[in-house]
């Protein structure tokens, strides 16, 4: 049996064990710990995770522990990220700043992130479906059965509110205000509770979906369930509306539940929203996001305007 200290497998008897942890493992194993306990979603848990796995393979590859890592290995490591595209190297910079300066806290090792700049991300085209797409998915719901009214409901609340999918899904009944034409949100982004208005017909939509869903779930807490009488989850939802604009013949745009978040932002501004309120209702931190919207609402009138450009007729 060759000494544990040594890093190398270790066998007893014949039967091979696992390499004990490295140094960078525990690191990134405490730190997840440390989230985990500070209240972090399960889904940012799990996209630490994911982005700090790719730093251990790295370093397991290239011989290096922790102990051996510097700002210019870490430099390195972003590099070979370029290989998936460019915003893989931002978000992997962004969570080794989060990383070191938690051990540097931690006093486990210094902040070797300091010395790196956060590259500025790609500034994606915002998609959203125009108003006789969002019209065909509603026509695709119209009837009384369970589902159709369920689906009506659903996609009258992700248009009229911007909801992402996982504040939809995590909807009870006791979260509407059917006669105040409100929902309370409460969000995994920070665990903030707020309230998002929403229009009338969607305030008939969910009366109707209720009434069907009261027969047919009495018990079920969850707003939004499937045949099963559970609770719908984020895939189910994602693959439903999918589903949806296929049979409604939506082409030139991919349709999920981001997609209608992006449409409601967009048509909110067409229609005179307040981008301050919009921050509010869409639950931003801050206004940056909010202006991409801005952006986009402003090049669709332009180009609105180029079309029917009154002071071309003269």
């Not at 972090?40 to 996209?47: G, N, Q, S």
């Not at 108003?131 to 609340?157: E, N, Y």
């Not at 992700?158 to 899904?169: A, H, M, P, T």
């Amino acid at each position: 049996m060759q000494n544990p200290g040594s890093g190398k497998v270790v066998s007893l008897r014949g039967v091979a064990l696992a390499k004990p942890p490295s140094q960078l493992d525990d690191a990134v194993a405490s730190f997840l710990l440390d989230r985990r306990a500070n209240g972090v979603t399960k889904a940012t848990l799990d996209f630490y995770r994911y982005q700090l796995l790719h730093l251990q393979k790295w370093c397991a590859a290239n011989g290096l522990d922790l102990g051996d890592l510097s700002t210019q290995a870490l430099r390195s490591f972003l590099v070979t990220r370029q290989d998936f595209s460019h915003n893989a190297v931002c978000e992997s910079a962004r969570r080794l700043r989060t990383f070191f300066s938690w051990c540097a806290n931690e006093q486990i090792c210094p902040n070797l992130s300091a010395g790196i700049r956060l590259p500025r991300r790609e500034i994606k085209t915002i998609q959203s479906l125009s108003l006789i797409q969002v019209k065909a998915l509603l026509d695709q719901c119209r009837g009384s059965t369970f589902q159709q009214r369920r689906d009506d409901a659903l996609l009258r609340v992700l248009v009229d509110s911007g909801l992402r999918v996982g504040e939809l899904v995590a909807l009870d009944v006791p979260h509407l205000d059917l006669d105040g034409c409100r929902v309370f949100v409460r969000t995994g982004k920070g665990r903030k509770q707020r309230i998002v208005p929403v229009g009338a017909r969607t305030i008939r939509a969910l009366a109707k979906y209720l009434a069907v869903r009261s027969r047919e779930y009495p018990t079920c807490e969850a707003l939004f369930v499937g045949h099963n009488g559970r609770r719908m989850t984020t895939r189910h939802a994602h693959n439903h509306i999918c589903r949806l604009a296929k049979r409604a013949g939506v082409e030139g745009v991919r349709c999920s539940p981001h997609v209608l978040r992006h449409t409601f932002a967009k048509l909110f501004l067409e229609r005179g929203g307040s981008v301050f309120v919009l921050q509010e209702i869409l639950g931003h931190n801050s206004l940056a996001m909010t202006r991409r919207y801005v952006a986009l609402a402003n090049t669709d009138v332009a180009e609105a305007h180029r079309r029917a450009s009154p002071g071309d007729l003269f």
